[in-house]
């Protein structure tokens, strides 16, 4: 006898829209059958008006991730829950990896944090810097599992030499790894952070205009310009620009080997959200930008430039983003944009998001949001058609969403326990109901039902 059965429903996947009832047995879909010829399981669930799809995928989220002095709000159980909610099944983070430190042993580390998942897991590689050791854990890890790689081009502390990032692209290149890079240049950030300093504008709105788009612009050419060098697989984590998505298109037409990604918030919000006291709440790397941004991000999703969307979660409270500020004599933070904590929350408003501002205002398809938010993040990242799908053999990793339920995303609707939402005035038409893991129902009815410790950590591989 089956496990389950979702019957009745109507299938979306990244190519294709039909009815269909699902079988599952031992934690896979075993059997995509007519709807109504699957008659017996251990439980039967009717999805009639509703859509199945295949699990989303968040494979860039920053999680029990310490920044300077601070740490962000979630665990990976309380993550899962958030991420359950927003239809998400499958999970990667980064490692904490810092100078001296072997990378294999932070991967291992952090996998060992994230054994607490319900949802299933991935690590990503995070390099810092390249001398024998590292460069000789590139094949290790790729044969443990870790075939994506992290490195950025700001950040003191974390920033890799250009000279260092040339040898881990070369090797990766050389045993079928992938480099993906946090690209913003340093030199630029930090000659406008310090002479608007010197003119006294320190208010949030000058983050962004610290970070202009030439900021972004010259780390993509400079990272495109080494990839096409060595002719090697590039990745851009979180690209928010017009000037990016011209050099990315113009890459990949000369044959360059460049994916790349944009994020929730950079298609649904404006730096006009910096401006004011709450500008704090709305400060990431890269940070917000205009409209005309906006317009040629969704551009670049519909013509294929972009192949993913990712929410770059890390959800910090008020005081923790305003940790690092001093204090008036009244103990009130003084606003200084140049020490804000970076990062926003996301995980469980992309599905809702990529809703409202994609599906629900004729941007994008069904189809499309799959393909954006579940099967690419899987193809590109090495566990496709493991996950990704709702193929026969895949893992039984199942949403349902149903098309008639609006939900605001407001703080009391979100499960992180902030005070305060991003996108309280934002609301989504067709928002997941019901959350399955590898055949485990995780949510339904409004209810979080996944165990700590139940995800399993996820040996990926890139095809080519
Ligand atoms: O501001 C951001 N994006 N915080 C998360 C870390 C990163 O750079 O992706
Ligand atoms: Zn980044
Ligand atoms: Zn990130």
Same mark, same amino acid.
């Given at each position: 006898?089956?496990?389950l ?10 190519? #294709? ?42 494979? =860039?989220? =920053? ?6 002095? /601070? ?23 980064f ?38 050791r ?23 502390g ?11 692209l ?34 949030? &709105? ?17 990272i ?10 590039v990745? !851009?984590?979180?690209?928010?620009? &017009? ?18 990604? @944009?994020?929730?918030?950079?298609? @649904?919000?404006?730096?006009a ?5 709450d ?10 930008? /205009?409209?005309?941004?906006?317009? #040629?991000?969704? %551009?670049?999703l519909?013509?294929? /430039? ?9 959800? !910090? ?26 990062? @926003? ?62 939900? &605001?995303? /407001? ?18 038409? %067709? ?34």
């Open positions: 006898m089956l496990d059965i979702v019957k009745n429903g109507t299938l979306v996947t990244a190519d #294709a829209t039909f009815q269909a009832d699902i079988g599952v047995q031992d934690e896979k879909i075993s059997v995509v059958a007519a709807p109504g010829t699957l008659k017996e399981a251990k439980r039967v669930v009717d999805a009639k008006g509703k859509y199945v799809m295949p699990g989303m995928i968040e494979p =860039h989220m =920053h999680v029990a991730a310490p920044f300077g002095g /601070t740490i962000d709000v979630l665990d990976f159980y309380s993550a899962s829950k958030c991420a359950a909610f927003g239809g998400v099944t499958s999970f990667m983070d490692s904490s990896t810092v100078k001296g430190m072997s990378v294999l042993q932070a991967v291992k580390d952090r996998r060992e944090e994230m054994s607490h998942a319900a949802l299933d897991y991935g690590v990503h590689a995070k390099f810092v810097e390249a001398n024998e590292v460069i000789g854990e590139v094949k290790q890890l790729i044969d443990y599992g870790v075939p994506t790689f992290k490195m950025f081009t700001t950040y003191p974390v920033m890799i030499e250009d000279r260092d990032i040339l040898e881990v070369k090797e990766a290149a050389a045993n079928g790894g992938l480099c993906g890079f946090h690209a913003e240049s340093n030199p630029i950030a930090e000659f406008n952070r310090d002479n608007f300093a010197r003119e006294g504008k320190l208010d949030w &709105k000058y983050f962004p205009e610290a970070k202009p788009n030439a900021c972004e612009a010259e780390a993509v050419q400079r495109l310009t080494f990839a096409e060098y060595l002719d090697a697989p990745y !851009f984590f979180h690209l928010s620009t &017009k000037e990016s998505m011209k050099l990315v298109r113009e890459a990949k037409a000369r044959g360059v080997k460049v994916l790349a990604e @944009t994020c929730t918030h950079y298609l @649904t919000l404006t730096k959200k910096n401006d004011g006291p500008g704090v709440l709305y400060l990431m790397s890269p940070p917000l930008r /205009t409209k005309e941004d906006q317009a #040629a991000l969704w %551009g670049a519909q013509d294929g /430039t972009l192949s993913l969307v990712t929410s770059d979660n890390e959800a !910090f409270t008020r005081e923790q983003k305003e940790s690092f500020l001093d204090k008036d004599a009244n103990g009130k933070p003084i606003i200084d944009f140049r020490k804000p904590v970076n990062g @926003t929350p996301g995980l469980e408003e992309r599905f809702g998001l990529m809703m409202a501002e994609g599906v629900n205002r004729g941007r994008i398809g069904l189809n499309k949001l799959v393909e954006l938010c579940s099967t690419n993040p899987a193809k590109v990242f090495g566990c496709y058609p493991q996950k990704g799908c709702l193929d026969v053999g895949s893992d039984a990793d199942i949403i349902l969403v149903d098309p008639d339920k609006a939900v &605001k995303l /407001t703080k009391e609707n979100l499960h992180y326990g902030l005070q305060y939402s991003l996108y309280e005035d934002f609301e989504a038409k %067709g928002w997941p109901v019901m959350t399955i893991r590898r055949g485990e129902v995780l949510v339904e009815d409004g209810k979080f039902l996944g165990k700590e410790g139940t995800g399993r950590f996820l040996k990926r591989a890139i095809s080519r």
